[in-house]
């Protein structure tokens, strides 16, 4: 299974928006393709978003069930909206969920609520 630890992060909020990702393989007990990049100006929870959009995109052209992939992520706004729970009201956020849902769909892609301190991208923030 191939995890893919997302974090997104806004100073001040709203402000610069800077995102992260990394996979961690639970075959291979290694972790790669660690990537940090700065977004431009947004929210803290467009960031998050944001994040969790580019590490769905980095997952291979051929993630399609065969080697499950889940979302790692600390946002309880993100993965309760995915869990149906939350109504996202930002069009912003609207449209980045939509967006997620879609490649999640064809990608085969679960989402897990994580704590902060477990979230291998947030330390990727913090440096």
């Given at each position: ?9 806004c ?7 800077r ?6 393989s ?18 803290s ?15 291979p052209?051929n ?35 939509q ?16 704590p902060?301190e477990?979230?291998l991208?947030?330390?990727?923030l913090?440096?």
């Open positions: 299974m191939i995890e893919v630890y997302c974090d997104g992060s100073t001040p909020n709203p402000g610069e928006m995102v992260a990702y990394t996979w961690y639970t075959v291979t007990e290694c972790e790669f393709n660690g990537w940090v990049a700065e977004a431009g100006y947004g929210t929870n467009e960031a998050e978003f944001l994040a969790v959009l580019k590490g769905i995109l980095s997952l052209s993630q399609d069930g065969t080697q499950p992939a889940v979302v790692c992520t600390d946002s309880e706004l993100l993965s309760k909206a995915i869990a149906g729970t939350y109504v996202l009201r930002n069009p912003k956020l609207r449209l980045l969920y967006c997620i849902e879609n490649l999640r769909a064809s990608k085969w892609v679960g989402v897990r609520l994580i902060r477990e979230n991208a947030h330390k990727l913090e440096n």
